[in-house]
Each structure stands twice: as structure tokens, then as C-alpha cells.
């Protein structure tokens, strides 16, 4: 007489759904891995970039601040260019205005003639200044001074230096025979013009 094998698939079945389910597990055990590791990179993101954001707007804030206290309102002249060749006059700024109790170096003033108060035949020129340079916005007294004229040819600026003066001396400064000739200048032309600088009283 045979014997009958009866298999029995509903253990297989649930030790196939166990391993299944297992298995889901593991993938969800994953996931909320990926899921922290990404969120914490992220919180890092927004921590490091929150830094950045802040230091910005805190150097924004210094540079404002620094720049409120060295304001000074200046004037600014600069006197034209020289002929072809010839360099610049170097002029330190004006100062008019100043904050209240602050000591500002390196004053400049100027006094200025345009060419309707010279009486001056040359069709050329433009006007004549006076600077004069202040120890600080305190001084009382300059200390250095020099007169220049300015002169306009062809669309060409020019600026011709007559004296320097430093307290009571007097250095007279002759025009070049180039400015002479270019501008039609004499010597006593120079001579006249030097003799009406408008220098402040010392």
C-alpha cells in the first residue's frame, strides 16, 4: 500500500511573505538612513549659508559705519593741464566743511581772478588763482602758498606757475620761452600778472 505525501504550500507561502516583508524592512531601514544623512546634510547647508549671510550683511554694516566717520565734505580744484610734456600742478584738496571738533590736515584754500577783473590784454588767459595750504582746519596762518595763471589756446589748457611763497619770502618763477612763445607772453607780461596774485594776508 503506497503512501500519500500531502505538502502543505501554506508554510511556504508564509515563510515566502516572511522573507518578503524582511526584505521591506531592510529597504525601509535604508531609505531612513539616505532620508537622515540628506536631511542633515541639508540642515548643514542652510546653517553654513545663514553664516555667510549674516557675515555679509556685518561687513556691509562696518563698511557703512567706517565710511560715516571719515566723511569729510570736500572741494575739489584742480587746476588745468600744462602744455604737451608738461606736468600737472599738484594741489591738495579744499577743505570748507568739516565734522564738528575734528581736526582736518592739509588745508587748501584759493583765491581766484577771472579774466574780467585782470585788465589783462592777452586774448588767452583764463584767470588767476592763488592756493594756499593750512597746517590743519585750525591754523590760523597759512604756511605755503603759490599763484599760478590758466590760459586757454586752441582747446588747449595751460597753467603757467609766477611765484611761490613761503610765510614773508617771495620766489618769483619765470615763464618758459615755450609758454612765452605759445601764449604770447612777455617778461613784463609774467611780471604784471605776478604782481596782481590775490594771496590772503599771512
Same mark, same amino acid.
Given at each position: ?8 504550500? %501554506? ?19 535604508? %531609505?531612513?538612513?539616505? =532620508? ?26 562696518? =563698511? ?28 591738495? #584738496? ?42 590743519? @582746519? ?24 609766477? =611765484? ?9 618763477? =619765470?615763464?618758459? #620761452? ?7 607772453? @612777455?617778461?613784463?607780461?609774467? @611780471? ?5 596774485? #590775490?594771496?590772503?594776508?599771512?
Amino acid at each position: 500500500m503506497k503512501e500519500q505525501v500531502v505538502v502543505d504550500f %501554506s508554510r511556504v507561502d508564509a515563510a515566502l511573505k516572511l522573507v518578503a516583508r524582511e526584505r521591506e524592512l531592510i529597504a525601509d531601514r535604508e %531609505s531612513a538612513v539616505v =532620508a537622515s544623512v540628506k536631511a542633515e546634510a541639508t540642515t548643514r547647508i542652510i546653517k553654513y549659508a545663514a553664516a555667510a549671510c549674516a557675515l555679509v550683511i556685518v561687513s556691509v554694516g562696518v =563698511a557703512i559705519w567706517l565710511a560715516k566717520q571719515r566723511h569729510v565734505a570736500t572741494v575739489v580744484r584742480h587746476p588745468p593741464l600744462l602744455e604737451t610734456g608738461s606736468l600737472p600742478t599738484t594741489q591738495s #584738496p579744499t577743505v570748507e566743511a568739516s565734522a564738528q571738533n575734528k581736526i582736518v590736515t592739509k588745508i587748501t584754500l584759493f583765491n581766484s581772478m577771472s579774466r574780467d577783473g585782470l585788465n589783462f590784454g592777452n586774448p588767452y588767459i583764463s584767470g588767476l588763482t592763488a592756493g594756499h595750504e593750512y597746517r590743519d @582746519s585750525n591754523a590760523e596762518r597759512w604756511e605755503f602758498a603759490w599763484c599760478y595763471a590758466d590760459f586757454r589756446k586752441d582747446g588747449i589748457e595751460y597753467t603757467v606757475r609766477l =611765484a611761490n611763497r613761503n610765510g614773508a619770502a617771495t620766489a618769483p618763477r =619765470a615763464a618758459t #620761452p615755450n609758454e612765452r612763445q605759445q601764449l604770447g607772453l @612777455s617778461e613784463a607780461d609774467v @611780471s604784471l600778472l605776478r604782481a596782481r596774485c #590775490p594771496w590772503k594776508e599771512q
